[in-house]
């Protein structure tokens, strides 16, 4: 009986090594998600927009904070043109624009500059593309298109479906009879059968971008209409904190920080994720070049195969 024990007891430590020995990637694919709203950014300069007017030199600073993130998608928020995110992004990624950019939207968009979502995913992972998320309240509205892709980490991983988004900005808080905030709530609905959507096909799923909101505030309402009758959500962003320092707009020699988040990652239950974190830039760098008004922000997912 002893010598049986023995026996079985070697056979368990050989498999407890076996499984310690077995890579990590042969349960989980990590990846490095990173979001930003990169400001009016454009590869023309429009002089009613201050932050547009960017030089090379801003570029290249731009290009820095990206290079250190080294994210395996960049979900971003206000961006005019391919040219320009390439200029931040450089050739390794592939650029996904927002559908209202493409000619027969041309309804939609704006003759001077335009305020696009979209991403910027490594050239390694496999995408598809899916039809952008209409986003507007009204039938003639312009803004407000989510892009959409599903991504394909692995030949054996089923794919993670994300959205970039821009909500209404002018309800950061308490919901009040301003349009903002109606119009906001009417995101929230559409964001929210979006959702129950990809949870009735069993789909993992990541909604990333500047929500314009404090969704973190305890009891928040507009986090109670984005999850209504939803299950299996989290707000990664729960527990980032506000860092961002910006040039200020009224004292272009100064600097401002922001009190309250409003760049979000929602996540699906059956994510695994590392909490958000802001990239500050440096105080030389903001009062040096035009930059953006909002800081990136990263973490990493990871998905069981």
């Known amino acids: 009986m002893q010598l049986k024990f023995r026996k079985i007891n070697l056979a368990f430590s050989w ?171 009417t995101q929230g609905k559409k964001l929210n059968q979006w959702i129950k959507q990809r949870e009735s096909l069993a789909q993992s799923y990541i909604i990333l971008g500047d929500f314009n909101h404090d969704l973190a505030f305890k009891g928040d309402w507009l986090w109670q209409a984005l999850t209504h009758q939803v299950h299996n959500v989290r707000l990664a962003t729960q527990y980032s904190t506000a860092q961002c320092v910006i040039r200020s707009n009224r004292h272009p020699k100064q600097t401002h920080q922001f009190k309250r988040l409003i760049d979000h990652a929602m996540v699906s239950g059956d994510l695994h994720f590392s909490r958000p974190k802001q990239h500050l830039y440096s105080k030389q760098d903001l009062l040096n070049y035009q930059l953006s008004d909002h800081c990136p922000m990263s973490f990493t997912i990871k998905e069981a195969l």
Do not use: M
């Not at 349960?27 to 990169?38: G, H």
């Not at 391919?82 to 592939?94: F, P, R």
């Not at 899916?130 to 407000?144: E, F, V």
């Open 15 to 185: 498999l407890i090594l076996l499984i310690i020995g077995v890579p990590n990637s042969a349960y989980a694919t990590q990846l490095r998600l990173a979001s930003w709203n990169l400001a009016w950014l454009s590869s023309h300069s429009y002089p009613q927009f201050t932050q547009s007017q960017r030089h090379l030199d801003d570029f290249n600073a731009l290009s820095k904070y990206f290079t250190k993130i080294q994210p395996d998608l960049l979900a971003f928020q206000e961006v005019n043109d391919v040219a320009a995110i390439q200029q931040v992004v450089g050739s390794n990624y592939q650029i996904i624009l927002s559908e209202r950019a493409l000619s027969r939207n041309a309804a939609t968009q704006f003759s001077d500059i335009n305020q696009y979502t979209g991403f910027a995913i490594d050239k390694s992972i496999t995408v598809v593309e899916h039809p952008d998320l209409n986003l507007n309240s009204n039938k003639n509205g312009k803004l407000r298109f989510a892009t959409y892709i599903e991504l394909k980490p692995t030949k054996n991983a089923k794919g993670i479906h994300i959205l970039s988004v821009h909500l209404k900005a002018g309800c950061i808080g308490k919901r009040t009879k301003q349009r903002s905030c109606k119009l906001l709530a």
